[in-house]
């Protein structure tokens, strides 16, 4: 089965360095296989027999502190979750004129409650919740009217992990059989 693991937090401002290439090879010596990684932030994509997301998670999660040094949260999705995902997103909702933002929610958020933990502004901020994600879509034009400048350091902030919508939409290509 393909999952891809999304860490949080890596190679921002030069902190928590890792090397994709050595997250390569770490992921693989955990026995998965046709691992590959997509842009710096931190994407593996890999097959394993069917496992609960979670416990991947915690497995890659170990074996990262272990080969880097440092601990790095990871959630982890199947396929089938961001196919649903990646659908799920408005054709026009890009990252041009918009900013489109997808929210992956550690397992505690992935439910439609954690909407409320937003406080979205009328008319500005366009938030949908499908499948332990949040898409966030507005006019760059707007952000500073928006509730997502307020969102870095919220309680959901601290449990989630983004990724904009044109890496979304390839690591779902990247994934397709």
Same mark, same amino acid.
């Given at each position: 089965m393909k999952y891809v693991a999304l860490l949080r937090g890596i190679n921002v401002g030069g902190n928590n360095k890792v090397p994709m290439s050595e997250l390569k090879t770490?992921? /693989?010596?955990?026995g998965f296989e046709n691992v590959s990684t997509y842009i710096n932030s931190g994407n593996?994509? $890999?097959?394993a027999d069917k =496992?609960?997301?979670? +416990?991947? @998670?915690?497995?890659? /999660?170990? @074996?990262?502190?272990?080969? $880097?040094? #440092?601990?790095?949260?990871v959630v982890v999705r199947s396929q089938k979750n961001i196919e649903k995902v990646a659908k799920t997103i408005p054709? +026009?909702? /890009?990252n041009e004129i918009h900013k489109t933002d997808i929210l992956f929610l550690w397992d505690e958020y992935a439910s439609k409650k954690s909407l409320r933990l937003?406080?979205?502004? /009328?008319?500005?901020?366009?938030?949908?919740?499908t499948n332990g994600a949040i898409v966030w879509n507005l006019d760059r034009k707007n952000y500073s009217?928006? @509730?997502m400048n307020r969102f870095i350091g919220t309680e959901l902030y601290?449990?989630? =992990? @983004?990724?904009?919508?044109n =890496?979304?939409?390839?690591? #779902?290509?990247l994934m397709k059989d």
């Open positions: 770490c992921v /693989e010596e955990l593996v994509i $890999f097959e =496992t609960k997301e979670s +416990d991947l @998670a915690l497995k890659i /999660e170990k @074996a990262i502190h272990v080969h $880097f040094g #440092f601990p790095v949260q054709e +026009d909702w /890009e937003i406080e979205p502004k /009328e008319g500005i901020d366009n938030l949908i919740y009217k928006s @509730a601290k449990n989630m =992990t @983004a990724r904009n919508v =890496t979304v939409r390839k690591l #779902f290509d």
